[in-house]
């Protein structure tokens, strides 16, 4: 296993114009029938002048991401989820998160920056360029998915509220709503979801804030309103609706860590060298795709990210 | 008994439904498959559903004797191998759905998966131990192996609950302070604390002196 081919090619990143995301949107929110505040919002905000339109199902047949790979189905994309709020069923999220309200919505920002505040939903889409990103997401349990994401880059949002001196790490924090999402009283798991980041992962260019994917407001089941894309990590790490981002100076609790530390180390880096009680993680299978397929180590995106962690040990530092 | 005729028809269908209750999720996974709706991750559907047939199969086939003892419910005996033959069969499938269908044959693979994980060890004694006694469930071995026989068939109580512990392992979360999805295979874990006890005389002994007691009140006779 140890001549894994290790491949480095640029990444597919389009443009996708602020208009086209808040027309989606305001299109999407009209069909769920909440035409709230944030709408109104929405539809105040600039428009870049002259920008052009993808038509919203414009046919995704032969994309793929830097790799080759073609990007996993709509329908199991948004079918097929960890969100252990709602449920652990990953076939029953879709629907148990169906009516999960996301307008309006804030996240605060607070911590170690020279600018705390809260954020809105849409202050984030008008202020930040929202960009299609395809990256392949490696779930710990062994399968994984090639997706379009929209969103921007964190470090962008990092920039606005200046992180001090003192800030290394960045938290991340899920909602809980307890009447609208069925498990997270069951008492299974610590809620609410908690992940982390060291700061210069936080910065790095890949890590996005994901407001979309496929050209469409993020799903319920996908994390909606926002949430976390961090590609060469384990999918836990891709935190889900998030309300907080804190700004510490020590590493932060992360919910599977605090559940079984043994299993799921804080940095939780692809790696197929470093195994797992119980999924493979030398392979695995991509959803839509017959059989499994070897794992790339750090999920193909080692030479970006291999510089944060020179001079550690992977293997003990997982 | 006023109608024997009757008895003779219940223990009939109790048969039948014995054997269409086992063969019922076989026939829910090929029906899913057939229709293409095993969901997105087909083989973990299929690990998934045969690993929990074979379990509760497992635990019926173990609950036989003691029903058949404290109830007095002689017929039911007849109903032990059978259970324990589809709970083989559906830890075949799920290792063959493991093997075959996920990993290709890539025995390399397969063995480094394997030895690598405890709760795959664990599984694949279970597993041994069930071929092994369905092999020689049959009447040519019992007179062959005679006394070592039984106590072959006893270590069905070992693959049962290697099983439960490949369950428990198999499960997201962690053991130790129970956080995760661990309501079903702790279920049948404790179903099958129950029924290992309930082989002893100590405990079955009072229950079925209770019943037989309650059932001679009316002054009928057996
Ligand atoms: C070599 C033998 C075996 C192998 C390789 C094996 C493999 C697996 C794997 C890979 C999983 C995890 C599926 C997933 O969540 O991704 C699993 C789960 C499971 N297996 Fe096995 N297994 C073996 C033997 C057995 C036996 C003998 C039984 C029962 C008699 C069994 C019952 C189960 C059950 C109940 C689950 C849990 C499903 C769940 O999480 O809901 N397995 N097995």
Redesign the interface.
């Known amino acids: 296993m140890a001549d894994k081919k290790r491949h480095s090619v640029p990444l597919n990143r389009d443009e996708v114009t602020p208009k086209h995301i808040y027309q989606n949107r305001r299109q999407f929110l009209k069909q769920m029938g909440m035409v709230g505040l944030g709408a109104l919002l929405a539809s105040c905000a600039p428009r870049k002048p002259g920008a052009s339109d993808i038509p919203p199902d414009a046919p995704v047949n032969g994309r793929t991401d830097e790799l080759g790979d073609a990007l996993t189905s709509y ?2 994309v948004t ?2 989820n960890n969100f252990y709020e709602f449920t ?1 069923s ?2 029953q999220v879709a629907s148990l998160a169906q009516n999960f309200e996301t307008d309006p919505w804030s996240v605060r920002v607070d911590g170690l920056v020279n600018h705390p505040g809260v954020l809105s939903l849409e202050d984030m889409l008008a202020n930040f360029n929202q960009e299609e990103r395809i990256y392949r997401m490696r779930c710990v ?1 062994g ?1 994984s998915m090639v997706i379009p994401w929209v969103g921007f880059p964190l470090h962008k949002l990092l920039a606005e509220v200046e992180p001090t001196a003192d800030a290394r790490y960045v938290a991340f924090e899920t909602a809980v709503v307890p009447d609208q999402m069925d498990a997270v009283d069951s008492g ?3 809620f609410p979801y908690l992940e982390g980041l060291r700061l210069d992962e936080a910065q790095h260019d890949l890590t996005l804030l994901a407001t979309g994917l496929y050209d469409e407001p993020m799903p319920p089941q996908n994390g909606a309103p926002i949430r976390l894309v961090v590609p060469w990590k384990y999918g836990f790490k891709s935190i889900k609706s998030i309300v907080r981002i804190s700004l510490v100076a020590e590493e932060p609790p992360t919910l599977w860590n605090i ?2 530390p043994q299993e799921y180390g804080f940095y939780a880096n692809v790696n197929p060298d470093v ?1 797992h ?2 999924w ?1 993680q ?2 695995e ?1 991509r ?2 795709e017959p ?2 397929r070897e794992t790339l180590f750090m999920n193909g995106y080692a030479d970006e990210v291999m510089p944060l962690y020179e001079g550690m040990d992977l293997t003990i530092q997982f | 008994m006023a109608n024997i005729h009757q008895k003779i028809r219940v223990e009939k269908l109790i048969r039948v439904a014995v054997h269409v209750g086992s063969l019922f999720p076989l026939a829910m996974v090929l029906w899913l498959m057939v229709t293409g709706n095993l969901g997105f991750n087909p083989v973990e559907t299929v690990l998934h559903r045969t690993g929990h047939a074979a379990v509760a199969l497992l635990v019926l086939s173990l609950a036989v004797t003691p029903l058949r003892r404290i109830f007095r419910l002689q017929f039911l005996g007849r109903l032990r191998k059978p259970l324990g033959l589809y709970a083989a069969l559906y830890a075949g499938l799920h290792f063959a759905a493991f093997a075959v269908w996920d990993y290709r044959l890539n025995l390399n693979l397969i063995w480094m998966e394997i030895v690598e994980k405890p709760f795959l060890i664990v599984g694949l004694v279970s597993l041994i131990i069930l071929v092994l006694l369905a092999g020689t469930s049959f009447r040519f071995w019992q007179r062959k192996l005679g006394k070592k026989w039984r106590w072959l068939q006893k270590t069905v109580y070992l693959a049962a609950g290697l099983a439960v512990i490949h369950y428990l392992l198999a499960v997201k979360g962690d053991l130790l302070t129970l956080q995760g999805a661990y309501t079903a295979p702790l279920i049948a874990g404790g179903l099958l604390i129950l029924l290992l006890l309930l082989r002893i005389p100590f405990f079955y002994k009072p229950i079925q002196r209770f019943l037989n007691h309650q059932s001679a009140k009316p002054g009928e006779k057996e």
Do not use: H, L, N, Q
């Open positions: 329908s199991a079918g097929y652990t990953k076939e349990e399968w299974r798991f610590p559940v079984a195994s009680p119980r493979s030398a392979t299978r959803i839509g059989g499994r």
